[in-house]
C-alpha cells in the first residue's frame, strides 16, 4: 500500500483493504483507565496517616496502571501514527495533535509516580494529598486526550488502517506486558463491559487466551479487587 499525500479517500481506501472494521474495542479500553484512575485517586485519598501495609497495595496498583499507560500509547505511537501520517491528508493535524497529547499525558503520569513513590514508604498525610493532586492533574489530561482520541482520530484509523494493523496494537500490549499481569488487566477492561463488549474483546485475543480467561481469569481478577478496593 504506498502512502499518498492526500491519503486514500474512504471509497478507496476501502477498496485498498483500510477500514472495513470498528474501532470501538479502543473505546472499552478507554473506559478501563478512566475508572480506574479515578479510583486509585480516591483511594490513596482515604488512606490513614502512616497505614503504610495499605499504600503498599495502592502505590503498587498505581504502579502496575503507569506500566499498563505506557505500553497502551507506546504502541500507538510506534504502530499507529507513523501509518496514519504516511495516508491522511489535512486530517494529519489530528495525528499530531495526539501525539503531543502523549507527550502531556507522559509528563502528568511521571509527575504522579513520583508523588506516590514519595508517598508510599512513610504514608504521610501531606505527601498523600501532593500524591492526590498529581493523579488528579494526570487523569484530567488523560481524559482530555481520550475523548479526543474517541471523537477524532479512532475515525481515521476506520477509514486509513486495515483491521490487521489495527489488531497489532492488541500484541504490543500483550507482548509487553509480564504474563503475571495480564489477567488483571483484561479483567479491569472487562469488569464494566456488557456481554456484546465482552464478545467483542474476547474475539480480539488468541484461543489460548480466551481459554485462560474463561477457567482462570474471573476468580483471579475478584482476589485482585478484594486486595486493591478493600478499603474503598
Do not use: C
Not at 478512566?34 to 485517586?41: D, K, Q
Request: glycine share 8%; charged share 30%.
Amino acid at each position: 500500500m504506498a502512502s499518498s499525500t492526500h491519503g486514500p479517500s474512504p471509497a478507496t481506501g476501502t477498496d485498498s483493504g483500510y477500514g472495513g472494521f470498528d474501532a470501538g474495542e479502543m473505546r472499552i479500553v478507554h473506559r478501563a483507565f478512566r475508572r480506574e484512575l479515578r479510583l486509585i485517586g480516591e483511594m490513596i485519598a482515604a488512606v490513614a496517616p502512616g497505614d503504610v501495609a495499605r499504600a503498599a497495595v495502592l502505590a503498587e496498583h498505581f504502579g502496575d496502571l503507569r506500566s499498563g499507560l505506557i505500553n497502551h500509547h507506546r504502541g500507538e505511537d510506534e504502530l499507529l501514527w507513523p501509518l496514519l501520517l504516511a495516508r491522511v491528508g489535512v486530517e494529519r493535524e489530528v495525528v499530531e495533535r495526539m501525539e503531543a497529547e502523549h507527550e502531556r499525558v507522559a509528563a502528568t503520569l511521571d509527575a504522579a509516580h513520583e508523588r506516590v513513590v514519595a508517598w508510599a514508604p512513610g504514608a504521610d498525610a501531606g505527601l498523600r494529598d501532593r500524591a492526590v493532586a498529581a493523579i488528579e492533574e494526570h487523569r484530567a489530561v488523560l481524559v482530555e486526550h481520550l475523548d479526543d482520541e474517541e471523537e477524532h482520530l479512532l475515525p481515521l484509523a476506520e477509514r486509513f488502517l486495515t483491521a490487521k494493523e489495527f489488531g497489532a496494537l492488541g500484541d504490543h500490549f500483550a507482548l509487553h506486558t509480564p504474563k503475571t499481569k495480564l489477567m488483571k488487566f483484561f479483567g479491569m477492561v472487562m469488569e464494566d463491559a456488557d456481554e456484546r463488549e465482552q464478545r467483542v474483546m474476547l474475539g480480539n485475543v488468541p484461543a489460548p487466551v480466551r481459554l485462560v480467561w474463561k477457567v482462570f481469569g474471573p476468580p483471579l481478577y475478584a482476589r485482585t479487587l478484594r486486595r486493591i478496593r478493600a478499603a474503598a
